[in-house]
């Protein structure tokens, strides 16, 4: 019986940089505000906050809370949702 070949690691994390606006490796955040009529959904406002990640991830999470790609000459975009409506911002992270 012979030993079976060493499997390779499966890599996690972003895909090499591929030329993508300003230095993709700085952290940025998604910002999203859910605005939400209290009466209708039974809570109020919801908020979240990406942790750091690099642009090109940013702007993946952007595609999927708007439902469509960006315009990306601007930093934040409006959307209508049930009962109210979402607002979505980029911003760079803070450095430590």
Same mark, same amino acid.
């Not at 209290?38 to 690099?54: F, H, K, M, N, R």
């Not at 999927?64 to 979505?88: C, F, K, N, Q, Y």
């Given at each position: 019986?012979?030993?079976?070949?060493?499997?390779?690691?499966?890599?996690?994390?972003?895909?090499?940089?591929?030329?993508?606006g300003p230095d993709p490796g700085l952290g940025y955040r998604v910002r999203v505000i859910d605005h939400v009529s209290?009466?209708?959904?039974?809570?109020?406002?919801? !908020?979240?906050? +990406?942790?750091?990640?690099?642009?090109? #991830?940013?702007?993946?999470?952007?595609?999927? /809370?708007?439902? $469509? %790609?960006?315009? !990306?000459?601007? +930093?934040?975009?409006?959307?209508?949702? #049930?009962?109210?409506?979402?607002?979505?911002? /980029?911003?760079? $992270? %803070?450095?430590?």
């Amino acid at each position: 019986m012979t030993a079976a070949a060493p499997v390779a690691a499966a890599r996690s994390g972003p895909t090499p940089r591929e030329g993508v606006g300003p230095d993709p490796g700085l952290g940025y955040r998604v910002r999203v505000i859910d605005h939400v009529s209290e009466q209708l959904a039974g809570v109020g406002d919801c !908020l979240y906050e +990406s942790p750091p990640q690099p642009l090109p #991830a940013a702007r993946a999470l952007l595609r999927v /809370l708007l439902g $469509a %790609a960006p315009d !990306l000459t601007r +930093s934040r975009w409006e959307r209508p949702i #049930a009962g109210g409506h979402r607002s979505v911002e /980029l911003v760079k $992270a %803070a450095r430590r």
